[in-house]
């Protein structure tokens, strides 16, 4: 345990998420778009139709959904190398566009969507903690901004979203559980487990990690009941958001 | 001449720039940031101090001043690739960072800056013309906003920022002279002149570009004073911004 | 679902890892080396001993491991572009050496292992499912080996490694619940998670994924337990590999 | 201003250029070639034509010109690195190539050169300031040579060269106002602008840079007079080099 | 001449090769694959047939056969940094996997072997000098392999392979001429000759090169015919290789 | 045997080298350099003395001699790709340029070079066959008056150059032995092999390459003789063009 002095939370309860918002339509160009804040964590995520499929898919009448992300070098507490400057993406960031990524696509109905592909865009302005999950939680709405497009357009009959899917980190801090780690909970946490989830409450992705101390099968079984709290939340934020719209 | 048709202006005139806003402390990390928005062009600038100086300033007690620009992939008409995922950034990229450090660089005062430097970054999330005037503009404010907490913090005692600079793009439009032009009217303009100026009127840089048509000295001549007419109107929003903060 | 018909396990039943071999000292240079077979997937690990440390733990007196991971071109089937010549390294590999090294970091003690770090390689040269898991549970072997030379040698003197640790995977595939995946297993289930554990059965990584079909609450547990089960057999090959040693 | 004590030009006065010398058909291979000298500046210029177009004007009857620029390693005082072992090219370079693209796209008719490119090619091969706008003049008539070339097989009807093209940089320093500077004055001026302008003194391209002082629109329009003299000199020697082949 | 004390060879004589062993079928799932082990340098060489060809003989009826070569990091003495990280293959390596497709191509008859390519990789797991002449060695054996497959299975008729080649190294070192160096041997001769010859006896390649001390005609020629006896043996234990498979 | 109609020579006989020059002292600013022509073969060789020598050799007293190689990207029949815009070095060049480097250093004593490089650069600006052996035999020359610039400053005492080292090719075409061969006939030829030999006729390099038909001991032989015979006429072309100086 790395029993770094982590003073309690002031403004919410350990199994309470942060402030949550989200803006649609942020950006003017994307197909679709949304500024998403989770506490201090802000991420623009835009979704770009693309009537192109990867190479693997060609001719095959079905489509994809990808993802990238990135963090504006000032965005977290000491700046960052740009990677565009260092000529390559971190380890990191492609491990992250890769969970949007698969996140997404299990959601979606790769026949309905046809042959085309949406390209997902995170880019963290502001980073406090739950970049990853906030840019999934963010990403979902943006696409969905970008599928009614297509579907006012008429481009597609059917809608090829099958269900809403969100994201949100849980932690185990000294004993204490954690909902919604922010940057300094993260840091000092003994394991952190993001959760992806559906609306209806099947787990697409899980990734526990535990750097500082291990945990146990009853451990992961209460943080994972603590972020399924969570999600929910934010699954009535991202349809408040594209009933807004 | 490209003879493509331009409407005219509706909402401005054609000596006239786009509404200008600029908003300090756009984010929580950084020694200083805004967010500045000349028409649908929205670009964060921010400015991180740095203890070291570039090799070739060691042991020298002078400091420095340099700039890193770049677009988000969706933030203009048709996504562009992520330089990062690229592995390089463009030529175009390139010359506008150079651009903005050297801009900047011009009114500081490199031995009141003291042995360290200072890294602008220049993200642009919405483009529409004229992102790399707009980052000089925005980049000016954040870089005064970092010099005040040097000099609040009594690390400096001396302001090294000489005086204000700011910039604005001028084109010649089938004959007509235009201020700060959006993208439709730089795409289709035949010369168009970035011009960035000090506060006492002095030129720091000069860039002027002629794909379509070249241009003549007295046509040279009246963009310069258009562009001086632009520029006063943005040294008083910088001005603005910094006593609002 | 994707209903790939794959036939029924002849050899093993669906709760049945594969035949495992772990071969020490297989290679004569490094600190540290195995040959670790499971199945038809067969991977060479290494551990090097360096007495410097990465940057971030300079003048600190603790220790750091770190990996890297990578594919002989022809290890599977259809031959893969071979990374150095490709001048990067995809996504997939920095995610799995990032794992490999998270995972065997956890049962280190770090002031134990002093300053100076081990670096894990591990090269698949046979690849048919599962590579990363035995990456993991071949790469805990070279590490434990490397240390009993610093141990030997009174280059330290009370051992880091303060459990063991292993890797395996388990999957879903048309409602059967499969240990250890072969290839054709892997490809066509719905969902996998690869579970990290301790000799003491705590969770060190978990990475559940779904692209094909979402999985419950309880699937989660049945599968880990499942997981349980096989990493067992895996530790007692490590022990036998090391007492054999 | 820098107030570095740069001694009084011996063998020219400041309002006169460096002896300038254009041998054409430098090199057997080219298409187009030449060696220009400005004083101890020397650039090898050649041009290749090129049947195929850039992507963008696939199918469009449309032609194109584009440049590259290098400089030997050991061409300037203290070796520089090599750009291809380096893995890339400079900012600085790259801002050169651009500038010198599209000095020569402003005078040619991009439908008279038809579906074809023109790759030039402008490498220093000894440096003392200077070498972009040397590079912009040799170009024009290594280009010019190219499309002499396409007109005498025939290939091309029309010239679509629709006049010269020259460069040359002017500068301020210490109050004095200097014609083509070399490398020890371009070091020290405090402004110096590099001057694109055709037979019928028509600006391409201006490019106004202020380092050590600013200057103002006084200056800028004295300095471009002066580097008009300049360039009535190098269009002439430029007219010799084409009559001479 | 650099005197460095290496000592006398102990189990062999200077003119004897090291014990050489070729494992065919290596890997499961190569077209073609052997384990060649030279004392104690051992080299995975696999060939995989691929059905595309290069660029430059497209539509011409004629094959190729071009070669990758690589070291895990771990394989000698000292971690080597991973090329897939560093981002590049060293010139030496790309120096290596020239020679090995050279070799090879010299003894294929590419209108025979029809319009594919064969793709050979040598990997080597463990390092002890001679790695380039046991990879040739080696790669010879695994294209035959897969050359076979291409014959029983009807795809060519004809044996595109002219006749067997292998490869050897010798050096000179304190004036005793030495077959088949091993690494310490390797570091300190005066110079070292890899010889690629033919089963008739004709030379396909030699590199002979003096970092310390030169040598003359003489001792080439009798280098030469010391490299031909290895080459015999090695020759041997190919066709044994082959006849086993 | 490839039967390309290679024309019989008409200005030389197939034992005469081309013609050849060497300009010492082409460049101003390198310590050394010259231009070397070997018919239609111009290459730039410059020598740069560097006070820092590698990482290898830190405190150890002696120095160190490399080289890199380049091409201008029209210096050929068809443009080649600028390898500073493609972003790596070929093979080719990173073969060629380690051969430069060996050739060199064979040469020189490092002890009384003392704790310094001398970098050399060889630039082809027109290629016409036997690059890498033009480079070799003006790269001499331009170390050497690198080396005789450290004398007269009285930086080193002793020269360092033990002594003098050229360069050759030789080839076999349709049974016809030729030496130096132009780019036509090292196209079509057989095997050809470049031979670096002293003043004292040791070899110091012989790489020799049949990608057509191999060779035999006997045609090896032969061909040595005759690169002999070239490089006596070089080596007096060296002593000439440093005696001139």
């Given at each position: 345990?790395?029993n770094?002095?982590i003073?309690d939370?002031?403004d919410r309860?350990?199994?309470e998420?942060r402030e949550?918002s989200?803006?649609?339509?942020?950006?003017?160009?994307?197909?679709?778009?949304?500024?998403?804040?989770?506490?201090?964590t802000?991420?623009?995520?835009?979704?770009?139709?693309?009537e192109?499929?990867?190479?693997f898919?060609k001719?095959?009448?079905?489509?994809?959904?990808?993802?990238e992300y990135?963090?504006?070098?000032?965005?977290?507490n000491?700046?960052?190398?740009?990677e565009?400057?260092a000529?390559k993406?971190s380890?990191?960031?492609?491990?992250?566009?890769?969970?949007?990524?698969?996140?997404?696509?299990?959601v979606?109905d790769m026949?309905?969507?046809?042959?085309r592909?949406?390209?997902i865009?995170?880019d963290?302005i502001q980073a406090?903690?739950?970049t990853r999950?906030a840019?999934?939680?963010g990403a979902f709405?943006?696409?969905?901004?970008?599928?009614?497009?297509?579907?006012a357009?008429?481009v597609i009959?059917?809608?090829?979203?099958?269900e809403?899917?969100?994201?949100?980190?849980?932690g185990i801090?000294?004993?204490?559980?954690?909902l919604?780690?922010?940057?300094?909970?993260?840091s000092?946490?003994?394991?952190d487990?993001n959760v992806?989830?559906?609306a209806s409450?099947?787990l697409v992705?899980i990734?526990?990690t535990a750097e500082?101390?291990?945990?146990?099968?009853?451990?992961?079984?209460?943080?994972i009941?603590l972020?399924?709290?969570?999600?929910?939340?934010i699954?009535a934020?991202?349809?408040q958001?594209?009933?807004?719209?």
């Amino acid at each position: 345990m790395k029993n770094i002095p982590i003073p309690d939370r002031i403004d919410r309860a350990d199994n309470e998420p942060r402030e949550l918002s989200i803006t649609p339509n942020f950006l003017a160009h994307a197909d679709g778009s949304v500024l998403i804040c989770c506490g201090q964590t802000k991420v623009i995520c835009t979704a770009t139709i693309d009537e192109n499929v990867p190479a693997f898919l060609k001719n095959q009448g079905r489509g994809w959904v990808t993802a990238e992300y990135g963090m504006l070098p000032a965005s977290a507490n000491g700046r960052m190398r740009r990677e565009a400057a260092a000529g390559k993406q971190s380890g990191r960031t492609q491990e992250i566009q890769r969970l949007i990524g698969r996140s997404l696509r299990a959601v979606v109905d790769m026949e309905k969507l046809g042959s085309r592909q949406i390209l997902i865009d995170c880019d963290v302005i502001q980073a406090d903690g739950g970049t990853r999950t906030a840019s999934i939680s963010g990403a979902f709405v943006a696409l969905s901004l970008a599928v009614n497009q297509l579907l006012a357009r008429g481009v597609i009959s059917e809608n090829p979203i099958r269900e809403a899917v969100a994201a949100i980190s849980v932690g185990i801090l000294n004993d204490r559980l954690l909902l919604d780690l922010d940057y300094p909970e993260d840091s000092a946490c003994d394991a952190d487990i993001n959760v992806v989830m559906t609306a209806s409450q099947q787990l697409v992705e899980i990734q526990g990690t535990a750097e500082g101390a291990t945990f146990s099968m009853q451990q992961l079984n209460e943080l994972i009941s603590l972020a399924q709290k969570g999600i929910e939340q934010i699954l009535a934020a991202q349809q408040q958001a594209l009933a807004d719209n």
